[in-house]
């Protein structure tokens, strides 16, 4: 109908008509007019409205991720089509001009990219996921005049889960630090107003948090002078912005354990992973706690102390099956692996709420680079 309007109204006001709709149909559930949605999409694509074509691909793309996954999982449906389908939409992505988007445009293609990202990890390969990366930052870095360093850090952040080489891995994590320590800056001069304390004080528990990985990775490298004065850097940035985190604290103390056993002090060791577990423990959640034990059993084997088996067996008998080949993986630094998600986990719902930020973001950036 739209369509036929077109005709007889002017292209202005249907275009305003067709945002309107792809609102109310994101706001409400896409995925029953799924229809709808493509008509839309071509509708834009015709006239050349690439603001339209972007929202129309989000759903498009986050639809044919659920449409392939149940595929791969029941043998009566073929997941090639829908396949082919979403290598057709990124290439539709990817072909958007980027240069003249507007900053929120620009960040709403970041975060699909990041989506292609995460899909060929779990359905393609690691190199292909590092690729798509590569080509988030190189765009990330282009947005004048200041580049949004918070998706700068968390692109380096993934890379830093797929490294197996520990000197790369290194390397990306200390980028992750880099990258937030420049949107603390960045915030800090161009932000004046009565969130400013909160923002950096949430920056400076991001940045804490990511100083403890890289003293994990500094003590698991050997590194043992440049892992103990990151801990010292951690906890000192903990206490100016009173910074109270289970999970910082409970990793630290982990790494301590790491570095007596480089130096030969098994008790001292004993001592940290005993307090680290505690720490675990008194959060109360049983994955994390799994997660914990891991970490300490893969410490202890390599240091050359037994290893005592903590996880229950009830819990033991419902790891899925897949489990087991991921046993196997290379270890990537804790807390920042690209995590696998169900079926579900590629839900529109999951996404609307971030792009929703994202464009908050955009909008804050270009005023503030104003």
């Avoid at 400013?196 to 890289?214: F, M, Q, R, V």
């Avoid at 410490?299 to 489990?323: F, R, S, W």
């Avoid at 920042?336 to 955009?362: E, M, Q, W, Y």
Wanted: charged letters at 25%; proline letters at 4%; aromatic letters at 6%.
């Amino acid at each position: 109908a739209f369509q036929e309007g077109v005709a007889r109204t002017d292209l202005t006001s249907c275009l305003q008509l067709m945002h309107i709709q792809l609102h109310v149909l994101k706001v409400t559930d896409p995925m029953k007019h799924i229809n709808l949605v493509e008509s839309t999409h071509a509708f834009f694509k015709s006239q050349n409205e690439v603001k339209g074509v972007l929202g129309c691909l989000e759903v498009l793309l986050v639809y044919n991720i659920n449409q392939f996954k149940a595929a791969t999982n029941d043998h009566d449906n073929d997941p090639a089509a829908y396949l082919s389908a979403l290598e057709d939409l990124w290439g539709q992505l990817r072909a958007v001009p980027f240069a003249p988007l507007e900053h929120e445009e620009k960040f709403g293609v970041l975060k699909l990219l990041q989506l292609y990202a995460d899909f060929n990890v779990e359905h393609d390969s690691k190199d292909a996921c590092r690729k798509v990366l590569h080509e988030v930052l190189a765009l990330a870095n282009s947005m004048a005049p200041i580049p949004p360093q918070h998706v700068i850090a968390e692109v380096y952040k993934k890379l830093t889960a797929l490294s197996e080489d520990p000197a790369e891995q290194l390397e990306n994590i200390t980028a992750v630090e880099a990258s937030l320590r420049q949107f603390q800056i960045d915030v800090d001069a161009r932000i004046q107003n009565d969130q400013k304390s909160e923002i950096l004080t949430k920056i400076a528990g991001d940045i804490a948090d990511t100083l403890c990985n890289k003293a994990f990775v500094q003590a698991e490298q050997g590194l043992i002078d440049d892992a103990e004065k990151t801990l010292e850097e951690t906890s000192a940035l903990c206490e100016t912005n009173s910074i109270q985190n289970s999970r910082i604290n409970c990793l630290s103390q982990i790494a301590r354990g790491i570095l007596c056993l480089k130096k030969g002090n098994q008790d001292g060791a004993e001592d940290n992973f005993r307090k680290g577990v505690a720490l675990a423990e008194a959060v109360n959640d049983d994955e994390v706690l799994k997660q914990v034990h891991e970490l300490v059993n893969d410490a202890k084997a390599k240091g050359g102390i037994q290893v005592t088996t903590n996880t229950p067996v009830k819990e033991a008998a419902q790891v899925p099956k897949k489990a087991a080949a991921a046993a196997s993986t290379p270890k990537t630094y804790p807390g920042t692996a690209i995590r696998k998600k169900d079926a579900a986990g590629f839900d529109l719902s999951d996404h609307i709420p971030l792009l929703v930020f994202i464009a908050f973001l955009a909008i804050f950036f270009h005023l503030v680079s104003q």
